[in-house]
Every structure is written in C-alpha cells, then in structure tokens.
C-alpha cells in the first residue's frame, strides 16, 4: 500500500497545479493549460463544476461516470438531490476501491465545487489519489506543488474579492517559485472557469478570449515610471506658454509699466491669456469580449 501510494505521488507530482477559490461572485476554477481541446474543468451538473489533475484517460473516465451518476440521480428523485457532496462521497468510494483492489492506483486529484445562492452557502471537496475527501474553505490547491501554491494564495486571498482580485490571487499562486518554471502565463496557457452566482440553471461558465485577455492585463502590475496616454508630466511646459523667469532682453515684464505708456486698467481691453494645449484623445481600451458558456464535453489535459 505504501508503494501505490508513493507511486501515484510522484506521478500527479509531475503536473502543474490547479487552484479552486470563492470570490463574491460564484467560484473560480483556475488551471495552467495549453490545450484548447482537452480539459482540465469541466462541468457536472448545474450548479457542480470539475477539476481534475493527474493522467487524463484516467480522470476523464472519473468525469464521464461522474457526470453520468449526477443525471441518474437527478432523473430517479430530483435535481435539487444532485449535491457536490453526493458527488464527491461517491467519487471518494470509487478512488477508494480502485486504491485497495487494483493493482495500479489511479494518479489523480479531484475537485468538485458547487455554487450556493449565497458565499456561506458555496461547497469545494477535495478527493485524493486513495479516495479521501476535504471540505476546503475558502479555496484549494492541488496537483503538483500543491504546499507552495496554496501557501502563496493564502497570503492573497480574502473574503469578498471581485473576480478580477480574485483571478489575480490565483495567478500569483500559480506563479510562485516551484510549480514548475513558468512565471508569467498567456492566456493560451490557461484554462479558466467560474461558476457564476447570479446566473439561473446552468451556472459553469468559461472565460476566454477578449474577456481573458482583460483580466490577465489587469492581473499584472503595471510599470512604473510611465506617464498615462493622454497627460503631460508637471514638469513640462504646455506649447504655446512661456515661463515668468524666461523674459527677453530688453522687454518690460508684465508687473512693470513701460515708460509713456499708461496702465493695463486704463487702456480698457484685458491683456491676453496664454493659449491652452490641446487635450488629448483619451486612451482606448480593448474592445470588450464575451465568454463561451460550458458545455461539460471536455476532459482534462496531459500532463
């Protein structure tokens, strides 16, 4: 038993980790991906999403009876009976068997995550390679170094984030040192998912795309020492001014009176003011995008 269990170690050790978190506007579900075809979340049922980590033949045969178990279930009581807990209990009993019986254990991590009506109401389990499960709180990580990423996003997670604050939590703890050598991601080398609160029946939801791009640049910090398009630096002097200290020689500034002339209050026309520069067009941002909604066709990804 301690050979199997080292064994299936090693090898979902290998892979990159996955990262589950609530923010205030559902769950969001977070994996290092570059297959568009094959993966890593999907989704169970209505409110259920999945997420695996480990060999793909062997979580997506997880996935499909999984799914297969929620539509039964739905069918023969109710499909408020359908339950991530249900799901991960089975799912437990299943990974279990496979442990204890067959002679190769299965090399997967799962987690299963529901979307409640409120935060308090929200439900993440955590199913091993052996068939135990956790309640994770809050968020997870899990799959290869699962100790330093949960450890860097519990340094930045927090109740109640936006779902940008919370895809920027989930990208640092994806990035940090010893999962794997990839510091910075694109967005072809993701794959990101959210069970969304406020949408009725079918809540998984994928993002991609425009709307994948936006988040990714907000993630990042901007860099500093560079003026926004559209202002001028304080330092500089608009066109068109000339500075009160720059007076050319052998005329009279505008606080003196000049010989024979009279008074700027008698001549009856207001000096002129320096003309002002020309605004700048605002900056343009990206044009907004759409997210594909989830099928729950997909599998997962290779290692």
Known sequence: MRDKADYARKGIARGRSCVALQYAGGILLVAPNPSSALHKISEI????????????????????????????????FDRHDVTARGIANWYAQTLGTIFTESPKPFEVEIVVAEVGASPADDQIYRITFDGSVTDEPGFVAFGGQADQVSAAL?????????????????????????????????????????????????????????????????????????????????????????????????????GDSSAGDSSAGSSGSPPSSPSSPPDSDPPTGPAPGGSDRGTGLG????L
């Open 154 to 254: 519990k340094e930045h997670y927090s109740d109640d984030m936006s779902l940008s604050e919370a895809f920027a939590a989930a990208l640092r703890a994806l990035s940090a040192p010893g999962n794997g050598e990839r510091t910075e991601f694109a967005a072809a080398q993701l794959e990101v998912a959210i069970l969304d609160r406020a949408r009725d029946h079918r809540t998984f939801r994928r993002i991609r795309a425009a709307r994948l791009e936006e988040l990714l640049a907000e993630a990042r910090p901007a860099p500093t020492g560079e003026t926004p398009a559209g202002e001028t630096p304080a330092s500089d002097t608009s066109a068109g001014e000339t500075s009160a200290s720059d007076t050319p020689a052998g005329e009279t500034s505008a």
């Open 299 to 302: 599998g997962g990804s290779p």
């Open 45 to 76: 049922y209505d409110r259920i999403g999945f997420a695996a980590v480990g060999r793909y033949n062997e979580y997506e045969n997880l996935r499909k009876a999984g799914v297969t178990y929620a539509d039964i279930t739905g069918y023969q």
